[in-house]
């Protein structure tokens, strides 16, 4: 096999797992029940395979302190020798301008490269059948061909796009079709779900691009020459500019290009593949008990039958009478959904985002490069958080206008710098954080820093921050005048980016 190189795609807001997929949290860090994400699980099947030395992952950049912490979390053995680079775009633009932005970036090294795309988001069962199904489809990449991957259909799937095949030669790509027309696929034997998974050479593919979607390529080429780039032992980083990522056409490569292109097999495999596009097929990845009910977390049942039950943070759930029902509990919103009816829950998630409800972006818990906070009680004028600071990591040298700050030290050492004063505050220590002065909070030690923040004031919104000083290229440039971004971006200082 030739040089194989798989490009993770990883993004999208997981609308139909609502209220556990939000914007900010989306599917490919959804956690299974053995407490893997669908990220990690892609990364490790990609892993995997023979000759992988390189995996390039695109995703969006304030996502990549989060997925960083994922591939750290499995990379053991020889994992740790993988080369990673990150294409971070600043918005989404579908999988044409991600694809595109992989195969130039491959094609300046080695264009015969061949990459091999996968969404993050996907779930496949059977791996020993995955790596044949991609040695097969290697082959035709080789001879220059863009190759997708088609699952033989086990019903009249209705969700799903089709491929028609003749041979291994695609003749067309069908819109998700009825129930009737599905029947009828499923019938004729040549039709395959289409899996969203690719195999091409680079040179082919950005060759195929600049025949069928030549504005969309010429568009990532300015993106890739403006880039702001940071590289390390392991890592690289390639950060587009919204400025140039923003004239990026949006579409997705199978409308861009495999539906245009003259060039494109299919590999027909039978994987145990899942996009997990619904509630309903997450939960049924787990055993029924002998009432069809598949809980997760502790529930109380009485008289309850062929249930779906997701209760986190350990909150006892109590559900009684109730048949064919999915109950996702979690702490700051309750979905309640007929099983057939789950793929609604997208609606719910439209309409919080069009209200601008905090419940479609932020879990309580939000992530941070340096850590986590945990909203645990807020009301008029105050608000209380748990706060948790990796090892060596370090929030920005900032400063609040609106409110003042109460550090608790609960577990761990924190240096602490308040105004001109800098010092070591212990387990059980506290200090004050008046409003005006900038402070800054650091992990010195090798274990979490855990404390309680309550926040008082009379505004007390994220955005009243500015930062000026901070190793994640979050600094505001007038740090006098109005509040920097929080939105996460690549760090200015390549040598501490890594430590996130």
Not at 320 to 328: A, M
Request: contains cysteine; hydrophobic residues 40%; proline residues 5%.
């Amino acid at each position: 096999m030739m040089n194989l190189i798989p490009v993770i795609l990883s993004g999208g807001a997981g609308s139909r797992l609502w209220p556990v997929s939000r914007e900010s949290h989306p599917k490919p860090f959804i956690r299974l029940a053995d407490d893997q994400s669908l990220l990690q699980k892609t990364l490790l099947r990609a892993a995997a395979l023979p000759g992988v030395q390189q995996v390039v992952t695109v995703t969006n950049r304030e996502f990549l302190f989060k997925t960083e912490d994922d591939y750290r979390e499995v990379a053991t053995g020889e994992l740790q020798q993988l080369q990673h680079s990150f294409l971070l775009e600043p918005m989404g633009r579908n999988t044409a301008a991600a694809v595109a932005a992989a195969a130039l970036h491959a094609a300046e090294r080695e264009p015969d490269t061949l990459l091999l795309v996968l969404p993050a988001d996907h779930l496949i069962h059977d791996e020993a059948a995955f790596a044949h199904a991609v040695q097969r489809a290697a082959a035709l990449a080789a001879d220059g061909r863009l190759v997708t991957f088609g699952i033989t259909p086990e019903a009249p799937e209705t969700g799903y796009g089709y491929i028609e095949a003749d041979g291994h030669m695609v003749k067309r790509f069908v819109e998700k079709p009825d129930a009737a027309t599905a029947q009828r696929f499923l019938e004729a034997g040549n039709f395959y779900w289409n899996s969203g998974m690719f195999c091409f050479r680079a040179s082919t593919m950005v060759a195929e691009l600049r025949q069928h979607a030549p504005d969309i390529l010429e568009a990532v080429e300015t993106c890739l020459r403006e880039a702001r780039r940071a590289s390390g032992k392991g890592f690289e980083h390639i950060e587009f500019t919204p400025e140039t990522f923003a004239r990026v056409l949006e579409d997705s490569i199978d409308y861009a290009v495999m539906e245009k292109s003259r060039q494109v097999a299919v590999v027909p495999c039978s994987i145990g593949w899942s996009d997990i596009g619904s509630w309903t097929a997450l939960t049924d990845l787990q055993p029924a008990d002998q009432h069809g009910n598949r809980v997760r977390g502790e529930a109380l049942l009485h008289d309850v039958s062929n249930c779906a039950i997701q209760a986190e943070h350990d909150r006892l759930v109590g559900a009684v009478g109730v048949d064919n029902l999915v109950i996702v509990d979690t702490p700051d919103a309750l979905l309640v959904a007929a099983r057939d009816r789950v793929q609604d829950v997208k609606a719910l998630y439209t309409q919080l985002k069009r209200t601008a409800h905090p419940a479609h972006k932020l879990h309580r818990t939000v992530h941070r490069p340096w850590g986590t906070y945990t909203v645990l009680e807020e009301g008029p004028h105050f608000k209380i958080k748990r706060i948790v600071v990796k090892p060596g990591a370090s929030l920005s040298l900032q400063m609040h206008h609106h409110r003042s700050e109460h550090w608790i030290v609960v577990f761990g050492t924190a240096r602490i710098v308040n105004g001109e004063q800098e010092r070591f505050v212990p387990s059980n220590e506290s200090t004050f954080i008046p409003p005006c002065t900038q402070h800054r909070l650091t992990n010195p030690g090798m274990v979490d820093l855990v404390l309680i923040e309550v926040q008082t004031g009379h505004y007390l919104g994220e955005d009243d921050i500015v930062r000026f000083q901070d190793i994640y290229g979050r600094s505001d440039a007038n740090a006098a005048g109005s509040p920097a971004s929080t939105a996460p971006a690549m760090a200015k200082d390549a040598t501490a980016a890594p430590q996130h």
